[in-house]
Structure formats: structure tokens, C-alpha cells
């Protein structure tokens, strides 16, 4: 009887074994595609947030002392919204180093369900735009803003290093 039963043991954690390896090598298909990226001078590195998030513009509204910095977050990925859903979340953030905002409004939010997570997320996918307002007269003193915008690219089953996107106008 007992050697019956370590039989069934050793056969179950077998069976536990190959089916953990076929699923991890689904996921290594799956997934390192994405994480592979090119270089230039063709060599290779592991992707970050910054090859799936894209800044596409910055517009000083100068009448109204606010700026306008938009992203283009790639099919198939989406970035945290500001707040951040979880404590360990990296929330998409907007910073300025030549003129300080006193409000930076992000835009609503869209839920979104990732595997890696029982509770939907708060997110940003698309186009997403984010309005930073100045003290009167601060865009008029500033020739050229420079500004960074943090975000954290996922789909909906991992989440890349995050990357800090620089642009100035």
C-alpha cells in the first residue's frame, strides 16, 4: 500500500512538473517578443514602457497658462492611471523643470480587468491627454518648458520597467 501511494505521489508531481513547463514555455513565447527590442546599431535589450508609450505633442495654451502634453499608448497596452489602483502600481505622472503647475488634471479613466490581477485597474489606453495649469504670466517668462512624463506600459498580463519620457517645446 505504501509503495502504491508513493508511486501516485511521484507520478502527480510528474504530471504538475510538465504541465508547469508547458506553461511556462507558452508564456516565453508569448511574452518575449515583447520584452526583446532592437536598437539602432542592432543590438538587443529588454523592452521598457517607452517602446509601447509615445509622446506626440505638447501645446502651450499661453492666454490660458496651461499645457497640454499628449500620449499615444500602443494597441494592445495600457498605462496606470494617476492615482494608481494599487500601492504597487507606478502611476502615470507629469513633471515640468522650468515652470512649476499648481494643478495637473489627468483624464478619466477606463477599468480594465488584467490577468495578473483579481480587481479591474484603473488605466489609460489610446490617446491620452493631460492638462497642466500655470500661475498668470509663468508660460510667458519660460521660452521653452521641458517636461517628463513617468508611465508604466502593461498588458493584460505583465507590466514593463518603467520609463521616464522626455519633451520640450
Known sequence: MRNKRTRTSIGSVLVDAIRNLALAGILVWEIAPTLAASTDNGNHRFADSGNYVHIVGLLRVTGED???????????????????SQPYLIP???????????????????????????????????TVAITAFFPGGALEKASRLHATVTVQACTDRICLPPADLSVSG
Open 92 to 126: 502615470t505622472t507629469l513633471s515640468f523643470i522650468d515652470a512649476a503647475p499648481f494643478k495637473i488634471i489627468y483624464p478619466l479613466s477606463t477599468r480594465f480587468k488584467p490577468a495578473f490581477s483579481d480587481e479591474p485597474l484603473d488605466v489609460y489606453e489610446g
Open 66 to 84: 496651461k499645457v497640454v502634453v499628449t500620449l499615444h499608448v500602443d494597441r494592445g497596452f495600457h498605462i496606470n492611471a494617476n492615482p494608481a
